[in-house]
């Protein structure tokens, strides 16, 4: 009779067919590896094993996580990770039961995005143009954040955008985001014109040999600007804009961008189009920014108000 798999390899098998078969971000490839390899080690500590694993033990492991301090939110992504595992094994016959179907998590705490100004964000576009060792960083470094700022796009989605995507003066960028789900993204005239000439330079500088398939290319394994090396870039340009380094990310653009569209007056749904949100209701978080604008708006036009 052949020995059981251990869960390393089930966990292994499991990862490949998520990447396959749901088309996971690679991020959300690592993080699934890194909490199961995680309860791995909580089950060999504890002497369980995977083909006798109960509901009450993974409850267990729960209760150890949150009193190890973990913060709610990496509990709940721990445990949605043990429920997409577990459930991959039920299917695959190698449980006759899910033990986590009716464990329910402790859920993520709503917070409100984290944004700048527009005055800030103008701030930060007008630094980028002045900061890098050479024109090429200050022309690709202006690329990146009014690409950034225009679309909303995520880091990743911005940083491995494919050079043919932006080639022909585009009014509209292709891009593949989450899941492998693709949408358009409508370019500002200044992304347009930050793009041509941050291309004029890239193209000059490139090896026709041997072409580069991204629009920011570099060394890097990826063979494109790392996540990493623009989050450092994002801070040098805060520094040189004013603003507080601690403030500004590429999320925070991403966020500015949201917001910024919705006090002017954008509906929800085209928002959601834009970010790539596959539900409504992530968006929804934006809508903190109407309130001020729905209080002026009621003050100054309702027949009852006594502040007109």
Sequence with gaps: MSAEPSPQ??????LEAHAAEAGAAQNTQLAYARDLAIFCDW?????????????????????????????????????SSLKSFFRFAYEEGWRQDNPTLRIKGPGR?????KTISVEEVERLLDAATETG??????????????????????VTELVSLPVSSARGDPQMLLVRGKGDKERMVP????????????????????????????LFPSRSALGHLTRHRFFQIIKEISVAAGVDPSRVTPHTMRHAFATHLLAGGADLMTIQTLLGHADVATTEIYTHVLEDRLHELVIRHHPLSTEQ
Excluded: V
């Excluded at 705490?109 to 995005?113: T, V």
């Excluded at 930050?194 to 991204?214: G, Q, T």
């Design 9 to 14: 390899r089930l966990i292994a098998t499991f």
């Design 43 to 79: 089950m060999a500590a504890e002497g369980e094993s995977f083909a006798t694993m109960s509901r009450a033990s993974i409850e267990q492991y729960l209760a150890d996580c949150e009193a190890e301090g973990l913060a709610q939110s990496t509990r709940a992504r721990r445990l």
């Design 109 to 113: 705490a709503r917070q409100l995005p």
């Design 133 to 154: 060792r050479s024109p090429a960083d200050r022309a690709r470094n202006r690329c990146l954040m009014e690409l950034l700022y225009a679309t909303g796009m995520r």
């Design 187 to 214: 370019l500002t005239e200044s992304a347009r014109i930050a793009l041509r000439e941050w291309l004029k330079i890239r193209d000059a500088a490139e090896d026709s040999a041997h072409p580069a398939r991204h």
